[in-house]
């Protein structure tokens, strides 16, 4: 099946300790994008890929790091420096241009820190 | 950066009743998507829709760019509809790809 799958579910940290999230799609799209949710909150983008060792910084990228080795994964590190790293965290990916322009989202990692 | 506003923030219906939800944007956008978050947290594309009227199922979905609003129809709702929906937009601005996201619209559906 095609699909964004994002793992683990649920993990919690300590503070002080760097944890690393994974996303990764069989769905062939250049494009892939971290995004961040609050509580009672919309999405806030943190880092984005438009192509394989290429990445940009979104709204909220201090205190995170990613890396696109491959056109299927898009890591994603939450550092120590990442001051309230609590948060559930969002993977999307898609195909830009033309009129299918549209995002895809993995089922989310839900970063608690202890 | 685009505004996108939601609204209203809140809304409690029957079963069966119909609703509208509204998202306001602050510039023209080449990319207007309504998602619907379930109470699990998974995000499904409901629509791409920067212009026009599309219809799947119960759903309809009108953007009227001009005006800078879209607008999403939810007819004879079920307790499964409940949930957040977002509405997030582009500028069409150089090769950009990023979507701003509203604030969501939680909706909550009685049976």
């Known amino acids: 099946d095609g699909g964004i799958t994002q793992s683990p579910k649920y993990l919690f940290r300590k503070e002080g300790q760097n944890v690393t999230l994974s996303c990764e799609q069989n769905l062939n799209h250049d494009a892939m994008y971290w995004y961040r949710q609050d509580p009672g909150q919309g999405l806030r983008l943190i880092y984005y890929?438009?192509?394989?060792?290429?990445?940009q910084k979104g709204d909220i990228a201090e205190g995170y790091s990613v890396s696109r080795e491959k056109k299927e994964s898009f890591p994603l590190t939450v550092t120590s420096a990442q001051k309230n790293p609590t948060a559930f965290y969002l993977c999307?990916?898609?195909?830009?241009?033309?009129?299918?322009?549209?995002?895809?989202f993995g089922p989310g990692t839900r970063l608690t820190v202890l | 950066g685009i505004q996108v506003e939601q609204s209203p923030p809140d809304l409690i219906l029957q079963e069966g009743a119909n609703s509208t939800l509204r998202c306001n944007f602050s510039?023209?956008?080449?990319?207007l998507q309504w998602f619907h978050q379930n109470p699990w947290g998974q995000l499904i594309n409901l629509f791409y829709i920067p212009s026009g009227t599309k219809q799947n199922g119960r759903l309809s979905a009108t953007t009227v760019a001009t005006e800078r609003y879209s607008l999403l129809y939810i007819s004879s709702s079920q307790t499964t509809d409940s949930g957040v929906y977002f509405c997030a937009a582009r500028e069409p601005t150089g090769a950009n790809s990023k979507l701003t996201f509203g604030k969501g619209i939680t909706l909550s559906v009685r049976p």
């Open positions: 510039d023209s956008v080449n990319n």
């Open positions: 999307a990916s898609s195909a830009p241009g033309g009129s299918t322009d549209t995002q895809y």
């Open positions: 890929s438009q192509i394989v060792n290429d990445f």
